[in-house]
Every structure is written in C-alpha cells, then in structure tokens.
C-alpha cells in the first residue's frame, strides 16, 4: 500500500529538480567594459528561439517593458540590440511562451570628464557637473584635494539626479573665496554582487580677481628694492653730500636774490651824489661872499 505513495512522490521530485536545472542554465551574465577600444560594439541578447517574446529591464519601481525600439535599444525578432555601451547596465529578461531567460550587464563606474580646469572671479558662483554610469547601484561622492571632509563648506551645495545606471551630480559653489581654489573630484565606485569598479573625473578651480596677486606683486617690488638698495649701499655717501651742497647753494641763491631787491639802483646812487655835491659848492660860495662884505 505504502509503494502507491512512494512512487508520485519520486516523480514529484523528479520534475522539481528538472525546472530548477533549467532555470539555472536560463540565468546569465554579462559584463560589458566601457572602454571603446576594447568593446567595438554594445552587447545584444538573441532570445529568437523563444518567439514570440517581450523583453523586461528590472528597475527600482518596477519592471520596464522594451518596445520595439526605445532610446539605447531595438527589438527584432526576438533580438535585443544596444546602441549606447555606458547606459546599458541593469537586469534583462526575455519572457517567452514556455520559459524566460535573465542577463546582468555589468557595467563599470565611469565618470565623464569635467576638463582640466575652470576660472571663475572672486565672490562670483560657479556650478561644477559631473555625469556618471555604472552597474550595478553606484556609489557617488565628492572630494576637494582629495578628503571628503572639506566638502563641509557653508557655501558648497551638491544636487544629484539618479537613475537605476546612471546620474548627474552638480556641485555649486557660492560666494567664491580664495581657500575655495582646489582640485574637486566626483568619485564613482561599484562594489555590490561581487562586482567592483572605481572612476574619478577631476577639475582645478582657478580663482581670479583676489588679493593673492598683489600680495605676490608686492613682495616682489620689496625683494627688488632690497636687491637694488644692497648693490648701491657704497653710492648713499656720495649722494648725502650731494644733496647737502644742493640744499646750500639754494639757500644762498634764495639770500642773494632777496638782498638784490632791497639794494638801490646805481644810477639813483650818482644822481643823489650829485646832488649832494651841488649843495655843497653852493654853501661854499655863500660864505665867500659874506667874506667879502
């Protein structure tokens, strides 16, 4: 009685292990490098065998179903092609009539590329953006001269917009000062599913219009100063004097000309002598006449 039992329970089993030993060889993974020089094309998934069939990108608010062409993608019988290598991670799966298969693309962080540098005037606001990708979940953060802890700035603010593979992070800068020229670095790293990637994208701020320069310009003037009143140390004597004798040849100029103008005119000098002269012949005839009488 108890073999009637036995036996639909051994098929029972048989069936179970059969349906787990397919869906393992059903689920897949890919990893795709971002590098162009190494990828020459987006990977694509050949589901035609399953046709008809609807392929499916897990997303973190639900499943998304793939039209027959979409943004990164198309969809030909049965063939899911990419025509983007950065935007394409995520979980992919191809549902057909009688069973599904699952793909993981896993796509290494990659930050693009802010430029080398960037200038902007003292006390003005400037808006660093940085564009990442990345598979599975990135991990993003920024760093000014390499710590993290001296984005704690007051006039720093960081806004990011994320998607399940990709995200812009923009760094905005108010009220630039002098400390705030530095090299800020958007970092990017994957380590989740035994999957792990790292990228950085760094920027120099150039700050003009502060008072460094100056500061600069001066002590330059007053290292030159230095450098010219060291080599002319012998000469200062020779120049002492000949201020001295300057200043003594004015002031005896001044004296001389201010003794002119209160001096009489020689030609007024004579006329009075002359006059002094008449007047006294003319008192020397008087008296010999008064001798006479």
């Not at 059903?26 to 020089?37: E, G, I, P």
């Not at 790292?198 to 450098?227: D, H, Q, Y």
């Amino acid at each position: 009685m108890h073999r009637f039992y036995v036996i639909p329970l051994l098929i029972c089993w048989s069936l179970v292990s059969i349906g787990r030993t397919n869906a393992a060889s059903n689920y897949q993974n890919a990893t795709l490098n971002t590098d162009l020089k190494k990828i020459p094309s987006p990977p694509s998934f050949n589901c035609s065998d399953m046709v008809p069939v609807k392929f499916y990108l897990q997303k973190a608010k639900g499943d998304q179903e793939l039209s027959t062409t979409g943004g990164d993608y198309t969809v030909d019988s049965g063939i899911l092609s990419f025509s983007n290598k950065r935007t394409v991670g995520g979980r992919y799966t191809c549902v057909g009539s009688a069973t599904n298969r699952t793909y993981d693309i896993f796509v290494p962080a990659h930050a693009d590329s802010m430029g080398k540098s960037k200038s902007v005037m003292y006390g003005d606001e400037t808006k660093l953006t940085c564009t990442y990708y990345g598979y599975p979940k990135v991990k993003m953060f920024w760093m000014k001269d390499g710590d993290v802890s001296k984005m704690n700035k007051t006039n720093l603010k960081v806004e990011t917009e994320e998607d399940d593979n990709h995200g812009v992070s923009t760094l905005t800068i108010t009220n630039v000062q002098e400390d705030d020229r530095a090299n800020y670095a958007c970092m990017v790293e994957i380590n989740a599913q035994g999957f792990a990637s790292i990228s950085n994208s760094t920027v120099l701020l150039r700050v003009k219009g502060t008072f460094e320069g100056r500061r600069l310009l001066e002590r330059g003037v007053l290292m030159l100063a230095r450098l010219f009143l060291d080599k002319l140390a012998a000469l200062w004597p020779f120049l002492g004097i000949c201020a001295e004798v300057i200043v003594l040849c004015t002031i005896i100029l001044i004296y001389e000309r201010r003794r002119s103008k209160h001096s009489p005119e020689p030609e007024e000098s004579e006329q009075s002598q002359d006059l002094i002269n008449k007047d006294k012949s003319g008192k020397g005839d008087v008296k010999k006449r008064v001798a006479k009488t």
